[in-house]
């Protein structure tokens, strides 16, 4: 082995901490679980205080009424039966903002969902019930209260401190205000969207309520991590120039701060990508990872933070090429998290990860399961329970859509 070569090795070795590239990034394999579902879509994860993991999603019966379900993980990696939060026939359905359950401290739980509030097409308001223990699913209230019949959504909420919950949303209460604002996504709105937040407790006590941001983008998911400092909120910003970048809101000493952009792209689109980004914690480990279009060149990018998502290193490039973006993030333990997106392959789609450590190194990617590039696959979510890591997704066939779930295990 030539000195150049033996140099490299050494160098690799130290950079890995001594272990192997395979070691230190394993292969993933799937091992799919039967998912306690027919016909059903929008799935989301989510993982308590305990590790123990739980699955919801909208289940579609034969009738036009929509119903929340939800069920736990059991030791042996089977799913509990589903039980149902709460049903409608006058719910707000799409693709990209779907319900979701969330854990208190206490194990208590809180979920979401999107009802209608008047005859507009986006006249719809957020409806959160609660479920202490040992006891049934409360009446929904409404964590915004402007009673305006205008667009509210794309929530995320994270388990808080205090045995209580914190939730951010799009609100479109000034969409309705007299303002002379142009907007192309065909949402009709005259005013500009928001990103409001407050805090719940079990009982349905709204307290903390802020406006973070007064100008985002119209239609994309947010999504919330704690951090060892706070609370941190992600979502696509839109600048009066029409540039619709990823910004970041923390809470600090509990104070929100003022956004700060996680990576200047310069992404400048005049409508909504429906695209949003993901942000996971571990520690004052931040990573954030989102898709932009800037340059007319699609990317899924990552950025990590050191510093409970104050400061951001420059984005690496996620994707292979042809993303779609939809993109997920978890860390796996204090060093290491796992990315996924997916990508376009041939005529349909891939759900594709990556590992990222803390050194700011990607491993090669791995294709996890196939997918549909229509918008009904809608956003694959990863998460990591006491056993590790899981995934869901939606599966598209030409008679209905269906959850689907994996257990993702190192080989």
Not at 98 to 116: C, N, R, T, V, Y
Not at 235 to 251: H, L
Not at 304 to 327: C, Q, T, Y
Request: net charge negative; proline share 3%; hydrophobic share 35%.
């Amino acid at each position: 082995m030539s000195g150049k070569c033996i140099f490299l090795y050494l160098a690799m070795v130290i950079f890995l901490g001594g272990c192997s590239i395979k070691e230190k990034f394993p292969t993933l394999n799937v091992e799919y679980l039967k998912t306690p579902s027919l016909s059903s879509a929008q799935s989301r994860l989510t993982v308590d205080s305990e590790g123990t993991a739980y699955l919801s999603w909208i289940e579609y019966d034969n009738s036009d009424t929509f119903q929340l379900q939800y069920a736990q993980l059991n030791s042996d990696d089977t799913w509990s039966a589903p039980e149902t939060i709460s049903q409608g026939d006058n719910w707000f359905i799409n693709w990209a903002d779907f319900p979701a359950l969330s854990i208190f401290e206490d194990g208590s739980k809180a979920a979401h969902w999107l009802q209608m509030r008047d005859v507009g097409t986006y006249d719809y308001d957020v409806h959160v019930s609660t479920q202490s223990k040992g006891q049934g699913w409360s009446d929904s209230f409404i964590p915004h209260r402007d009673s305006i019949a205008a667009e509210h959504g794309f929530v995320s909420m994270v388990r808080g401190s205090k045995n209580d919950m914190i939730i951010s949303w799009l609100d479109g209460r000034n969409t309705k205000g007299n303002h002379n604002e142009d907007h192309d996504h065909g949402h009709g709105h005259h005013g500009s969207m928001t990103l409001r937040t407050a805090t719940f407790q079990a009982d349905g006590t709204l307290s903390e309520e802020h406006e973070l941001d007064q100008r985002i983008c119209d239609c994309c998911q947010t999504d919330m991590a704690m951090t060892e400092a706070g609370p941190v909120v992600v979502y696509r910003d839109r600048s009066p120039e029409e540039v619709r970048d990823i910004s970041i809101v923390r809470s600090v000493d509990g104070a929100w701060t003022e956004p700060q952009p996680v990576h200047n792209d310069l992404w400048q689109i005049h409508g909504c990508p429906v695209n949003g980004p993901a942000v996971s914690a571990s520690g004052s480990h931040v990573i954030v990872v989102w898709y932009t279009g800037a340059n007319d060149t699609s990317h899924v990018k990552a950025a990590l933070s050191k510093d409970n998502g104050a400061n951001f290193d420059l984005p690496l490039i996620i994707d292979e090429g042809i993303p779609l973006g939809r993109v997920d993030v978890t860390w796996i333990d204090d060093n290491r998290a796992i990315i996924t997106w997916v990508e376009k392959h041939e005529d349909e789609a891939v759900i594709k990860s990556r590992w990222f450590d803390t050194s700011g190194y990607l491993s090669h990617s791995q294709t996890l399961v196939n997918t549909s590039s229509s918008r009904q696959s809608g956003f694959p979510i990863i998460a990591k329970d006491q056993s590790g890591l899981l995934i869901t997704w939606t599966e598209v066939t030409d008679k209905k859509t269906a959850v689907k779930t994996a257990r993702l295990t190192i080989r």
